[in-house]
């Protein structure tokens, strides 16, 4: 399972926060998803973030 940041983010920073394994702040103020498979360990949380974004801008891939 992968994820992906659109370019609806408004940079709000909910997912990094919930989820700092798999989306940090980019240098532009958006989300980035790492780009790798989302481990095991951290997938509840990655879908939680998913699921809360404001703006629906995180996709599964
Ligand atoms: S939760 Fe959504 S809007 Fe907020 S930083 Fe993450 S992707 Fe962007």
Redesign the pocket.
């Known amino acids: 399972m992968k994820y992906y940041?659109n370019e609806?983010?408004?940079?709000?920073?909910?997912?990094?926060g919930?989820c700092p394994e798999v989306?940090e702040?980019g240098e532009e103020g958006?989300?980035v998803a790492i780009t790798d498979d989302v481990d095991e360990s951290v997938m509840e949380e990655a879908e939680t973030?998913m699921n809360?974004?404001?703006?629906?801008?995180?996709q599964q891939q």
Do not use: H, Q, Y
Not at 8 to 16: E, F, H, R, S, Y
């Open positions: 940041v609806d983010c408004i940079g709000c920073g909910l997912c990094a919930t989306f702040m958006m989300a973030a809360e974004c404001p703006v629906a801008a995180i």
